[in-house]
């Protein structure tokens, strides 16, 4: 396998910040990446995007950016073609996912996912699910970190309630899951437009809230946690029980209490839990309904998830 990686591959990079559709640009002459001791070289076949990925093509983390030229991408989901001296997890052939950069805004890789290959630790990779597509895997890893791992940091736990803000989109809708399912939510409340209230009754929802018609803070019932996938935080907190917490994923930085800025670390190790879950069927992945974009059309992809109108996850595939 490793004598067939060629030297060169098809990629999307940028050389300097600003809009997606205005620096982003197609080569087919981009270095593979080299693999380190720790890390496994994969064949990418499914990748997702993430509003993290618009906001570094923005120039949104400078100070702590890798340097030009950059291949975005945190999401992937594909198949180990070599592997470093030290890698214990994975052997060739295995189909893995996960979030390539540990820290999202902290030093993220200079070769990112919208690639023919990529290089990642294996401590931030899974094996991919049985029953999930690689498209659907891709669109897993970014977003159910930091819909478990905010949980979590909240001290969310059985017959606790919970209000999510922006339900419908790539985070919500697995935050939803992963409260019910995983940590035993006694009630789920659930922002989103009128379109999309079906969609999340189908997820689970005991309260769908279109937010064009209704207040959620002005509701009498008040929440253990709110999480805030919408950048509401002045409102969030007026929604959250005496003692409760509100975590914020797009926030200000220091966000009033009880509300707290929450910002996943990629892990292997919490996908390894997951995907029991993910294998019965108890949590299930959420596609917008125009993805897969083929690799032609990432710049297509951006657009899309700039919107802010996505549903789900926005996916790459397949590529190239």
């Keep these: 396998m490793a004598d067939s990686i060629p030297s060169k591959m098809k990629a999307w990079l940028y050389n300097e910040y600003g809009n997606s559709e205005n620096v982003l640009r197609f080569d087919s002459e981009v270095e593979v990446p080299q693999v380190k001791e720790d890390q ?5 076949v499914a990748a997702a995007l993430n509003p ?11 100070v702590t950016d ?3 030229p950059t291949v975005p991408g945190y999401d992937v989901a594909g198949v180990v073609v070599k592997v470093g001296n030290q890698v214990k997890k994975f052997k060739i052939g295995d189909e893995v996912y996960g979030n390539i950069n540990e820290h999202p805004l902290n030093y993220p890789k200079q070769f990112g996912t919208l690639a023919e290959y990529t290089a990642v630790e294996e401590k931030l990779l899974s094996l991919k699910p049985k029953n999930l597509s690689f498209v659907e895997a891709s669109g897993l ?22 209000l999510v803000l922006g339900g419908a989109g790539g985070v919500g809708t697995l935050t939803i899951q992963v409260a019910k399912h995983v940590f035993g939510a006694s009630r789920v409340a659930a922002t989103a437009s009128s379109g999309k209230l079906e969609l999340l009754k189908s997820l689970g929802v005991d309260l ?20 805030d996938a919408a950048g509401e935080c002045e409102r969030a907190v007026k929604a959250v029980k005496e003692g409760g917490s509100v975590v914020e994923i797009v926030g200000p930085m220091n966000p009033p209490p009880p509300a707290f800025l929450f910002i996943e670390t990629s892990d292997g190790e919490v996908l390894d839990k997951l995907n029991p879950y993910l294998e019965s069927g108890k949590l299930k992945p959420v596609l917008d309904p125009k993805a ?16 802010a109108r996505a549903i789900g996850k926005v996916v790459v595939y397949p590529i190239p």
């Design 66 to 68: 890798s340097p030009h």
């Design 40 to 44: 496994v070289l994969i064949k990418v």
């Design 52 to 62: 993290v990925d618009s906001k570094r093509i923005l120039g949104w983390f400078k």
């Design 141 to 162: 890893p970014l977003a159910i970190e930091t819909a478990y791992e905010g949980l979590e940091k909240a001290g969310f736990s059985p017959g606790k309630s919970l």
């Design 292 to 307: 897969p974009f083929p690799f032609s059309q990432a710049e297509e992809a951006f657009s899309h998830l700039q919107t």
């Design 208 to 227: 769908a809230i279109d937010y064009t018609k209704e207040k959620y803070e002005h509701l009498p019932e008040k929440f253990d946690v709110v999480y």
